[in-house]
């Protein structure tokens, strides 16, 4: 079974601090995505990583920016955190060539 | 841009049949895909229908009609596990990525 864990379950953090959200996936997958989930908004794509060091813009990166220096691992960075960025964020993988996404448990991030 | 659209909220009897709908508005389409997620779980992967037709997988079928930029999720002989939020998502050009719809709650009612 594929195994895709994330570093918190559960964050607060302030206003301006820099925020590492982590991702490890144990099955060699070579695509990592991040999302962020908002009630009415459904789940949007912020970056994702097709190989290592590689990464690409989803559809709302403002704000964020990623890092993946080893296959396993792909961090998700906010540079200085705001109240906006208050949400639940999951990390996700995919094997290349397949189209099934498996999902890490998920971090509730609340910046006060 | 890219968008789908699906009911918010959905509510269905045990042991009946429901379906959901998506339309979506994209370029480059690949495939569409169904995730169900219960409440505070994560999303774990349905079907995927690249290709128009139906996909059965045990009490739940995927439909595609890519002319009509539609598809659907069919659950048969519903359990009240199947109380959770199911999102459409289209694989679209770039290949990698994803767009997932806003999602439905489908509520089960003894």
């Known amino acids: 079974d594929v195994k895709v864990t994330q570093s918190s379950r559960y964050l607060v953090k302030r206003t301006g601090e820099k925020v590492f959200l982590e991702c490890v996936q144990d099955m060699d997958h070579e695509n990592m995505f991040w999302y962020r989930q908002d009630p009415g908004l459904g789940l949007r794509l912020i970056y994702f990583s097709y190989d290592v060091k590689m990464k690409e813009k989803g559809d709302i990166p403002e704000g964020y920016s990623v890092s993946r220096e080893k296959k396993e691992r792909f961090s998700l960075i906010l540079e200085s955190a705001s109240t906006n960025q208050t949400s639940m964020y999951l990390c996700a993988t995919r094997t290349g060539g397949l189209y099934e996404q498996y999902f890490g448990p998920g971090t509730r991030l609340t910046v006060t | 841009g890219q968008s789908l659209e699906q009911p918010s909220e959905v509510t269905a009897v045990e042991g009946a049949i429901v379906q959901i709908n998506c339309t979506y508005q994209t370029s480059g389409f690949y495939g569409l895909s169904w995730y169900q997620q219960h409440d505070g779980g994560a999303p774990t992967f349905l079907s995927y229908n690249a290709l128009d037709g139906l996909e059965e997988t045990g009490r739940f079928s995927s439909f595609l009609s890519r002319s009509d930029s539609y598809g659907y999720l069919l659950l048969q002989e519903l359990q009240m596990k199947d109380s959770a939020s199911y999102f459409c998502?289209?694989?679209?050009?770039?290949?990698?990525?994803?767009?997932f719809g806003t999602g439905t709650k489908l509520q089960v009612i003894p």
């Open positions: 998502a289209v694989r679209r050009g770039g290949y990698q990525k994803v767009t």
